[in-house]
């Protein structure tokens, strides 16, 4: 094979000619690709810059380049040099750096003197482009990552959409019951009796989430500002009992909790409290018989609180969806039990803030949720 090629045969009389040999003939391709070398190496040359506009394109917030007449790149920022697969723009054109058509044909077009703003994916990730024509003939391109902030806009709509159904379905049930009471149920007073507990009902689930909503939408905006400070988990334990007792009793369910007191972690407060509170809820809303315990174990440096139930388990596939905003497991049976799908969102977000970690484990024999939290 070897000498066949153009270029095998251009680099064998090379090495001959300077072995001493005759003068070597390289052929076309050869000549072509030298030249081609020698203006790469010219572009290279050229993408030398000059400090003040090397620095105002440091500190522009976004991916930026300027884009030479003939389409490549004279100067970048380090942001659009990462987009680079060598690491370095310099010398390339925007096509060879991020393989986007639609940004080589924006490019173009700018370069004709027409300004773009478009939206395009590089690298699986959204930029929303900016191309200004200038008044050398070059071109310049902003690339802004927004990758994040449509994903937090898909998630703010979702919640949206999802909060209104929730409120929908009481609202609805509240002016059905009041309707059938106007048209003619109020003088029948046991039929009236239903009716006007429905609307209590109702009006209860309207109030817990509403609550519920409002407390995620304070934690997630950062109003509800958590202070970390040493506390005893005992006592807070303790008091999460308090709200699950009646329910308890009248399930015949055991309640207890067996945290010793000097289990110092660091928390805040409400948050801890808030926390227990709504996994005992759960533990409580999801057991049909046996027991809710509230349990501590140290390990290493942190202190394991959990709430362990006998209840009827979750299936391991949705373990992982559980701590979502409006995730159940059963939504007929959480909404039955008063459930409203926004109690371990909160519980998550709380502990996080927190500085800890959250989990869950759950099989036949029940569900375990757990928090971890720096000892003291
Ligand atoms: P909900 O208000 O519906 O209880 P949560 O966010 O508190 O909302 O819980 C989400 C879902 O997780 C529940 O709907 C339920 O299906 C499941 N779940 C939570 N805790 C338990 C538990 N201790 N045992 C069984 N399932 C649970």
């Not at 058509?101 to 478009?118: D, I, M, Q, S």
């Not at 502990?351 to 759950?362: A, L, Y």
Request: no cysteine.
């Amino acid at each position: 094979m070897l000498g066949r090629t153009p270029l095998a045969a251009a680099i064998r009389a090379l090495r001959e000619e300077l072995a001493g040999g005759p003068r070597a003939d390289l052929g076309r391709d050869v000549r072509e690709l030298e030249e081609l070398l020698a203006q790469r190496e010219l572009r290279r040359f050229a993408t030398v810059r000059g400090p003040a506009e090397q620095e105002l394109l440091a500190a522009l917030p976004d991916a930026a380049a300027l884009v030479s007449k003939e389409g490549w790149v004279r100067a970048s920022n380090a942001a659009f040099d990462t987009l680079a697969a060598t690491g370095r723009a310099a010398g390339l054109t925007p096509l060879e750096i991020t393989r986007s058509a639609e940004l080589h044909e924006a490019v173009r077009r700018a370069l004709e003197g027409t300004a773009r703003r478009l939206e395009l994916t590089i690298q699986r990730r959204t930029y929303l482009a900016h191309l200004s024509p200038l008044l050398r003939g070059e071109v310049l391109v902003l690339l802004r990552d927004v990758t994040e902030a449509k994903r937090a806009a898909a998630t703010r709509r979702d919640f949206v959409a999802n909060a209104s159904h929730e409120l929908r379905t009481p609202i609805s049930a509240i002016r059905a019951a009041a309707e059938t009471l106007l048209s003619g149920a109020m003088d029948d007073a046991t039929a009236a009796h239903g009716f006007v507990e429905i609307v209590a009902r109702q009006a209860d689930r309207l109030s817990r989430l509403t609550q519920d909503l409002l407390d995620l939408s304070r934690i997630e905006s950062k109003q509800w500002t958590l202070e970390v400070a040493p506390v005893d988990a005992a006592p807070f334990a303790r008091q999460a009992l308090e709200p699950a007792v009646v329910a308890a009793r009248e399930k015949g369910l055991a309640l207890r909790s067996e945290v010793p007191e000097g289990t110092i972690v660091r928390a805040d407060p409400r948050a801890l409290e808030q926390v227990l509170v709504n996994l005992v809820d759960n533990a409580v809303k999801y057991t049909a018989e046996g027991s809710v315990a509230i349990r501590a174990a140290r390990e290493g440096n942190d202190w394991i609180i959990s709430v362990v139930d006998t209840g009827p388990g979750i299936e391991r596939h949705h373990l992982e969806r559980i701590f979502e905003r409006f995730y159940r497991v059963d939504a007929g049976r959480s909404r039955e039990a008063g459930g409203t799908g926004l109690g371990l969102a909160i519980v998550k977000h709380l502990v996080q803030g927190m500085g800890g970690e959250i989990g869950v484990e759950s099989g036949a024999g029940g569900s375990r949720f757990w928090v971890r939290l720096p000892a003291v």
